[in-house]
């Protein structure tokens, strides 16, 4: 596996960056990706409507972000952990 260039300059750039791909978030036209605002369950006894649905903004994506990081942290302060962590990516 060929290693790729680093375009990012830190972490939190890079996680940003992979979040707004993976929910399609284009500040410029708006995203297409909205979020359920009820339990699923509610359409089951039909009290859903459009009006339940938000769309994701960038907020949405900076708390994901913030919320991956946390949990990236301990890995991010070992080198041993990076190693790791780059190993199982590579599989």
Same mark, same amino acid.
């Given at each position: 596996?060929?290693?790729?260039?680093?375009?990012?300059?830190?972490? *939190?750039?890079?996680?940003? +960056?992979?979040? $707004?791909?993976?929910? /399609?978030?284009? @500040?410029?036209?708006?995203?297409?990706?909205?979020?359920?605002?009820?339990?699923?369950?509610?359409?089951?006894?039909?009290?859903?409507?459009?009006?339940?649905? *938000?769309?994701?903004?960038? +907020?949405?994506? $900076?708390?994901?972000? /913030?919320?991956? @990081?946390?949990?990236?942290?301990?890995?991010?302060?070992?080198?041993?952990?990076?190693?790791?962590?780059?190993?199982?990516?590579?599989?």
């Amino acid at each position: 596996m060929a290693k790729e260039k680093c375009v990012y300059e830190t972490v *939190e750039q890079a996680v940003q +960056e992979a979040l $707004e791909d993976i929910f /399609q978030l284009d @500040l410029s036209n708006g995203s297409y990706l909205y979020e359920l605002g009820k339990v699923k369950e509610a359409f089951n006894i039909g009290t859903v409507t459009v009006d339940d649905f *938000e769309e994701v903004t960038e +907020e949405y994506v $900076e708390e994901a972000k /913030q919320k991956l @990081l946390k949990a990236l942290k301990p890995f991010l302060n070992s080198s041993y952990n990076i190693s790791k962590a780059i190993h199982i990516l590579e599989r």
